[in-house]
């Protein structure tokens, strides 16, 4: 039945399917909230300002390079962005997500592709730009150094003036870095890294713990599309939160 929904969404062109499901209500929230979290990252990142208030620092702006402006005219989030950017728009999951829902290539299974795509001339993630999705692998070790700084930020975050407290930042910015660790070590690279290209565990070198680290890669990579999606959330609502206290608009409550 799939099969010839397939092949009759192919005959009739664009758009056209046998689902009689509403196929097209899944790409609405990633327009929604991946387009509204571009926007809001965008405008953040420009802003400049507003990135930290006490031992609190934005994830947006982490590291924090040149704040007083020795070298760097701009917002030092600009200086950083490429690697967290690079390393989520090549997310093979993200690449799903934004191909159906931005490009409508395919909008969805069995559900007829743009005319072109169907063409000899179709080159996929073969040929330029998409051919850059391929450098995904050297964001995920660019991912580690840059989880490697949220680490020490949200270590950091418990030590005020006043001595060790925990505030709501503190909370909020631990939880940010478990659920970023969560979103990278679920990465689809680090399971091939980790065994996924192997045909025979017993046969190569380190073949017992690699099978280890590669079950548990396995469990947290079956997950990776709600780490995606949670992930994302906690990094906004982390330098909104940090962007709020920053401001004034709101006063950071002491936990203890
Ligand atoms: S596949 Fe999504 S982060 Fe690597």
Redesign the pocket.
Known sequence: MADSGVQMAQAEGFGATLRRDAWWVAILPVVVVLGGFGIYATLRAFEGRFYEWGPYLSPFYSPLIDPEHHWWAWSPALLILGGPLG??A?????RKAYYRAFFLDPPACAVGEHKRSKGRSYRGETAFPFILQNL?RY??YL?LVFLAFLWHDAVRAFFFDDGVHVGVGTAVMLANVMLLSL??F?????RHLAGGKLDCFSCATFGRPRYSAWRWVSVLNER?MQF?WVSLFSVGLTDFYIRMVSSGAFRDVRLF
């Open positions: 390393f989520r090549t997310c093979y999951y993200y995904h964001f995920f991912a979103y990278t679920s990465c689809h690279s680090l990776h995606a």
